[in-house]
């Protein structure tokens, strides 16, 4: 099993650009998500899903978009990206959403770095 | 909405020192994780705890959950140059899982 890849590792975009980012795992996992990391604040939920056609929006979805047609893949698109939205990118999966009854450890992907100028 | 704060942000221990980081929810948890994240790395999972009172360990490292279910510590036992990282809890809130913002571990050998 890979587990979670991610793609790209780095990306450089200018402001005003669009970008998808790319998520999948081979592990059968129900829920999948998307987070960014900023120094100091932690892992923040910017989007989810609980299974294939269905997403959710977290805590910080302004400016993102997502979409599951599938199982294992999860992209998450930057419509118009801006400086703020510099970061570390994570994306997570687990066999069955939080709140569910059961152990649901979420293994993370490598992450994307990007910056916005 | 629901907040899950961990103290401290910092901190800095010699090798051989012990290490406590603190966790705590404005609202009560059904469960509790932890997860560890290397420097350059992404978040592992370490634990999840369930019930009131609960009392975990991972040879060195010892995961307590509150009686009341809202707040939990991760204590690691004779600091080692291999626990650097960052510690994170989370919990389910007002989205399925809310993260704190961690405490950072350095070691000084």
């Known amino acids: 099993n890979a587990g979670v890849t991610q793609t790209p590792k780095f990306q450089v975009l200018k402001t005003g650009q669009s970008m998808t980012l790319q998520c999948a795992q081979d592990?059968?996992?129900?829920?999948m998500s998307w987070y960014r990391q900023d120094p100091g604040m932690g892992l923040r939920l910017i989007h989810y899903s609980v299974g294939a056609g269905i997403t959710d929006q977290g805590e910080v979805p302004n400016g993102y978009n997502v979409s599951r047609s599938t199982t294992e893949d999860f992209p998450l698109r930057l419509l118009s990206a801006a400086p703020s939205q510099t970061s570390v990118y994570f994306c997570?999966?687990?066999?069955?959403?939080?709140?569910?009854?059961?152990?649901?450890?979420?293994?993370f992907g490598p992450g994307t770095r990007l910056t916005v100028t | 909405g629901q907040q899950v704060m961990q103290i401290p942000q910092y901190q800095h221990v010699q090798e051989g020192e012990d290490f406590t980081t603190y966790c705590n929810s404005s609202t009560t948890l059904s469960n509790i994780q932890w997860y560890k994240q290397r420097p350059g790395g992404h978040p592992v999972f370490l634990i999840q705890l369930v019930k009131s009172g609960e009392v975990k360990k991972q040879k060195r490292l010892t995961f307590q959950f509150g009686e009341a279910k809202k707040n939990s510590s991760l204590h690691i036992t004779a600091t080692q140059t291999t626990d650097v990282g960052t510690y994170f809890c989370?919990?389910?809130?007002?989205?399925?899982?809310?993260f704190g913002k961690g405490t950072r571990l350095s070691v000084i050998a």
């Open positions: 989370a919990g389910p809130g007002n989205t399925p899982l809310v």
């Open positions: 592990m059968n996992h129900e829920y």
């Open positions: 997570a999966s687990s066999y069955t959403p939080p709140g569910l009854a059961g152990t649901y450890e979420q293994y």
